[in-house]
C-alpha cells in the first residue's frame, strides 16, 4: 500500500458515519449526573484542603515513609541483617532447635501448598534428601549422565505450538 | 460571566495578592471537564470527587513549574489523565483483581449508580466502553464525548496522531460491534 493510501485512510478515521454506523446512530450525551450544587460547591471544598491539608497521624507518616524507595530498602536490609544475626549469633538451647527440626517441608506445603509454585525444585529435592539422610551431591554424576538434552526441533516444535513470534523461531 | 482568557488566570495565580482568586477562576473554569475526564474513566462519583480535588491541588502545588509553551487546559488534563489512570492502576492492584475483573466491577456499578440516568443504549454505550484498554478507553472519550483535537490529544497522552487517529479507530469499531452483538 502506498503512503499517500495509507494517510488517506488514516484521515478517514474521522469519519464517524463511515468507520461506525451504528455508533454514529446513537444520541450523544452525558447520561451520568452530579449531586445537586456540586460544581458550586466544589472550589471551595479545594480551596479548604489547599489552605489545611489533610493531618496524617504518626503512624501513617512512619508508613508513608517507608512507602519511599531509600527507606524501604533501608528496613528490608536491617530486617534481613537482624534475621541472619539472629541465625548466626543466637546459640540454640535445645529447645528452639528441637521445635525447627521437628517441622518437615511436608507439614510446610501442607500449611502452604501454594508454596511449592514458589520454590526452586533442586532446593525441594535438596531437602527432601536430606530429611533421608542422603546427599544432593550423590546424585550429581546421575543426572549429568541421564539424557534430558533437548533437540532443537523440539524446541522449535514447543515454541510454533506456543504460538510464539516465528521470527524469534527462525532466529533460533 | 465571561471566563478569564488562561494567561490572565495564570496572571493572576502567580501574584501572591491575587493569588486564590485567580487560582478560584481556574478551578470554576476548568472543574467540569476535569469531572467528565476522570468520571468517564473511573465511573463512580465519589471516587471522581476524590481524583478531582487531588488534580486540582496538584495544579496548584505545580502552577509554579507550569512552562507556557504548553496549553494550560492540556496541561491540566495531563495531570488529571495520571490521576485517573494511577487510581485504576491502584485498584486493581490492591485488590488483586484481574483487568478484566475490575472493569466488570465498573460494569456493574453502573448499573447500580444512582447518579446515571441514561437509557438502555446509553448503558449499552458505557459497557461497550469498558470492554476497551484503559488507553483505548481514553481516547475514544476525548475524541468522541469531549470532541478535542488530536494535537491536543497528542500532548496530553504523549502519543502520535497517527496513532491516536489508529487507536480511535479500533475502539470505534470494537463498539460498534459490541452494541451490534448485545
Known amino acids: ?172 | 460571566m465571561a471566563e478569564s482568557p488562561d494567561h490572565k488566570i495564570l496572571e493572576m495565580c502567580r501574584n501572591p495578592e491575587s493569588g486564590n482568586y485567580g487560582f478560584n477562576l481556574l478551578v470554576r473554569k476548568y472543574q467540569k471537564q476535569v469531572y467528565w475526564h476522570i468520571r468517564r474513566m473511573v465511573i463512580e462519583h465519589n471516587d471522581t470527587d476524590d481524583l478531582v480535588q487531588d488534580t486540582f491541588i496538584k495544579v496548584w502545588k505545580n502552577l509554579k513549574n507550569f512552562r507556557s509553551d504548553s496549553k494550560l487546559y492540556t496541561w491540566i488534563y495531563r495531570i488529571a489523565t495520571n490521576e485517573a489512570l494511577t487510581f485504576l492502576k491502584s485498584k486493581k492492584r490492591k485488590f488483586f483483581i484481574p483487568i478484566v475483573d475490575y472493569e466488570n466491577h465498573l460494569s456493574q456499578s453502573i448499573e447500580d449508580d444512582n447518579y446515571f440516568s441514561g437509557d438502555e443504549i446509553q448503558m449499552k454505550l458505557q459497557k461497550a466502553i469498558l470492554t476497551l484498554p484503559e488507553k483505548q478507553r481514553l481516547v475514544f472519550n476525548m475524541k468522541y464525548f469531549n470532541e478535542m483535537k488530536y494535537d491536543d490529544m497528542s500532548e496530553v497522552l504523549g502519543t502520535s496522531v497517527g496513532a491516536l487517529k489508529a487507536s480511535f479507530h479500533i475502539a470505534a469499531k470494537k463498539i460498534e460491534s459490541f452494541v451490534k452483538e448485545n
Open chain 1, 1 to 172: 500500500m502506498s503512503k499517500e493510501k495509507m494517510k488517506y485512510n488514516i484521515d478517514e478515521f474521522d469519519n464517524l458515519d463511515e468507520l461506525a454506523p451504528g455508533l454514529s446512530k446513537i444520541k450523544k450525551e452525558n447520561p451520568f449526573r452530579v449531586p445537586d450544587g456540586y460544581f458550586d460547591k466544589l472550589p471551595n471544598i479545594i480551596r479548604e484542603k489547599i489552605i489545611k491539608p489533610k493531618s496524617v497521624s504518626v503512624w501513617e507518616q512512619f508508613f508513608l515513609l517507608l512507602k519511599q524507595p531509600k527507606y524501604s530498602v533501608s528496613l528490608a536490609v536491617a530486617t534481613m541483617a537482624i534475621v541472619i544475626a539472629l541465625f548466626v549469633f543466637v546459640k540454640p538451647d535445645g529447645q528452639e532447635d528441637q521445635f525447627l527440626s521437628d517441622i518437615t517441608i511436608e507439614d510446610i506445603l501442607r500449611e502452604n501448598p501454594e508454596l511449592i509454585y514458589s520454590i526452586d525444585e533442586s532446593l525441594i529435592i535438596e531437602v527432601l534428601l536430606a530429611e533421608n539422610g542422603e546427599d544432593i551431591r550423590d546424585y550429581y554424576d546421575y543426572n549429568i549422565k541421564s539424557d534430558t538434552s533437548i533437540s532443537d526441533d523440539e524446541i522449535i516444535d514447543y515454541l510454533s505450538d506456543e504460538n510464539f513470534d516465528t521470527e524469534l523461531i527462525y532466529n533460533l
